[in-house]
């Protein structure tokens, strides 16, 4: 048994959630799931980042307090996490206390490393961003990832010696001692500490942004975005309380996984680890980074009305659909579409034909010849078949290619599907009862089995699927068969 702690990123909280952040909470909820299956001790963090300059103006244009603001949007996140099924463990709040002492001790431990120095600044700030660039950076006069211009700001803030680790930080990742995956975004993070980080802004004056967590060493500035955001791994672990138990046992002692957005992927792999190696703290083990998502093949808009709504989705097509197309659909690391004409045509194709329709025949067939007692093994082919399929469905966890262990369950169902309509036991049913439940009891315990492997990615169906064949909590035979239920009705 190993522990794991896996955590997403932190969601600003200036709007509402969207689909993107929604395809982060389950792929973690997935790889959280399996590793529980597994067996290991698994921690999993998600939580909201509730300090800065967009919180601050956000607030200000609403007329009301940051905090109130903060209040109203997290719940929202707080409820995606429910609407979602997402088996998270804690939520962090970065305006909660526990995290503001953490912050504050992971502070003084950098500055006592003699990494952190006070100057004067002047350069061009991305509200956005939440970030100063450099003028190459920009396209046109404006920050490409917001297509706004940057502020020009003069300011004495404290700043961190990043400069200081991109030797450090390049080792770790050729090292393989925080693994980044997929392999591009690797060599992407590569390139830019190989040519040397600059140092960065860890605090802004409060006359500019009172909103955010005091810096312990000078009454007059916050800490900054990062140094505040990112350290929410560990304090949601309880680092800077007085109880440090479970950072120790999953910080300390286990395998750390963060999963992340490709935008944000310099700051997990370049500033996080150097924020940790100098308060001699142990780096992430594992970054995971996923691509964005596009609508109807544009990009997301409220003024093109193509925005997905996660609660909407929810509501009108159900969690695992949800989670099911965007496991499926979405080749993890890379970018992909959300179309509704292709919700619907895997959503029939997989869920209500290859899975739902094939536990209602079989179910319907062995409740004619009144089965009430059950087997736990498969026949040769059967076993075969599902051993390879739970090989593969393993090794692209192991992999993180989600999209591939995903697949591989419904290979097996597609598999067994053209085998009952070879078999055709319902033939058999009148003259050759034995041998036809002899064949049923097969494909039923085949059912309970690709049950299992297919819980973590869709946890719903698993349990409804449970009722159906009258398992217990741990997946065991009970005596008889439960209710038909159509798992997934057929749309046109």
Known sequence: MKNIYITTSIAYVNAAPHIGFAMELIEADVIARWHRQKGNN?????????????????????????QELCDHNAEKFQELTKALNISNDDFIRTTEERHKKGVQKIWNKILESGVLEKRSFKGLYCAGCEAFITEKELVDGKCPNHQKEPEELSEENWFFNLSKYSKIVTDLIESKKMQILPDYRKN????????????????RPKEVLPWGVDVPNDDEQVMYVWCDALSNYITGLGYGSE?????????????????????????????WPSMLTSAKLKTPDKILVHGFLTSEGQKMSKSLGNVVDPFETVEEEGV????????HEVPFGRDADFSKFRFTEIKNAYLADSLGNLLQRVHTLASRLEINEFKNELSPDFEKKFQETEEKMNKAMEEYVLHDAISAPFEFTNFLNKEINTIEPWKLMKSESE??????????????????ILEPFLPETAEKIKKVLNLDKNYNWQSGLGEAKILFPKEK
Request: proline letters at 1%; hydrophobic letters at 45%.
């Open 320 to 327: 695992d659909a949800l989670r099911f197309y965007l496991l």
């Open 42 to 66: 698994v921690f999993f963090l998600t939580g909201t980042d509730e300090h800065g300059t967009k919180i601050y103006r956000t607030a200000k244009e609403q007329g009301i307090s940051p």
């Open 243 to 271: 109880n440090e138990e479970l950072f120790e046992e999953f910080w300390e002692n286990g395998e750390v996984i963060h999963l992340i957005g490709k935008d944000i992927l310099r700051f997990h792999a370049g500033i």
């Open 188 to 203: 992407e993070i590569l390139t830019v500490a190989k040519k040397g980080f600059k140092d960065i802004s860890f605090t």
């Open 435 to 452: 041998k036809a439940k002899e064949i049923l009891l097969d494909f039923l315990e085949a059912l309970r089995r690709v049950n299992i």
